[in-house]
């Protein structure tokens, strides 16, 4: 069972609908005591990283969060969802992230291209990963403003290019991120999500 944390900021309704398009079982719930008996969680995001992390604050989620990763049951942060799992962002100042992952969030400089971020990108594999089991780099979409500063990261498993190198997806032990919005990404971004339900499936059936 999937647990999609809703704090008030997420597009739920793609999410959920990409989840029961690939036929997982799912719930939609902000309350930690519910979320708690997720097999795994999904962190989706739409809009600014202050808000987000007040929001997550003032629910309890954030040391929730955190000891559901301690515990090694599997997160998915989507769009904003992935920058929160940061140490720190530098949007409307520096504000402290969840700290799963070492990284910054930082903002596209911009000037000869515009900001923010928003269209069809190429995603290039760094390094080998359960998600792209199966899988051909291709196109995903992107909206976003600020990206995770994370090149040369031990986390970085694929980038993209938007005259910055992009972190498009993150991972280290359970914890994944992914800046582009899987459900409206196609096959690849479909592929992906299913991929990592998979990923889920087998740590529950080894358990």
């Given at each position: 069972?999937?647990?999609?944390?809703?704090y008030g900021m997420g597009n739920l309704f793609s999410v959920s609908k990409a989840l029961e398009r690939l036929g997982a079982d799912y719930f939609i719930s902000g309350k930690k005591e519910e979320l708690a008996g997720a097999d795994a969680l999904l962190l989706p995001g739409v809009g600014a990283f202050r808000d987000a992390m007040v929001r997550l604050n003032e629910d309890g989620l954030t040391p929730f969060l955190?000891?559901?990763?301690?515990?090694?049951?599997?997160?998915?942060?989507?769009?904003?969802?992935?920058?929160?799992?940061?140490?720190?962002?530098?949007?409307?100042?520096?504000?402290?992230?969840?700290?799963?992952?070492?990284?910054?969030?930082?903002?596209?400089?911009?000037?000869?291209?515009?900001?923010?971020?928003?269209?069809?990108?190429?995603?290039?594999?760094?390094?080998?990963?359960?998600?792209?089991?199966?899988?051909?780099?291709?196109?995903?979409?992107?909206?976003?403003?600020?990206?995770?500063?994370?090149?040369?990261?031990?986390?970085?498993?694929?980038?993209?290019?938007?005259?910055?190198?992009?972190?498009?997806?993150?991972?280290?032990?359970?914890?994944?991120?992914?800046?582009?919005?899987?459900?409206?990404?196609?096959?690849?971004?479909?592929?992906?999500?299913?991929?990592?339900?998979?990923?889920?499936?087998?740590?529950?059936?080894?358990?």
């Open positions: 069972m999937i647990g999609i944390v809703d955190r000891e559901y990763t301690e515990s090694g049951r599997p997160l998915l942060g989507i769009c904003l969802g992935m920058q929160l799992l940061f140490e720190k962002s530098e949007e409307n100042g520096l504000t402290d992230g969840l700290g799963l992952l070492p990284g910054v969030v930082r903002r596209f400089p911009g000037g000869e291209y515009k900001v923010p971020h928003m269209g069809w990108n190429r995603l290039e594999f760094v390094k080998s990963s359960p998600l792209f089991e199966g899988l051909s780099e291709d196109y995903v979409y992107f909206v976003h403003s600020y990206f995770v500063d994370a090149k040369d990261s031990p986390v970085l498993l694929a980038k993209a290019n938007y005259n910055e190198e992009v972190s498009a997806i993150v991972g280290r032990g359970t914890i994944y991120g992914m800046q582009f919005h899987p459900e409206k990404s196609s096959k690849l971004g479909m592929s992906l999500l299913a991929n990592f339900l998979k990923m889920v499936d087998e740590r529950k059936a080894e358990q």
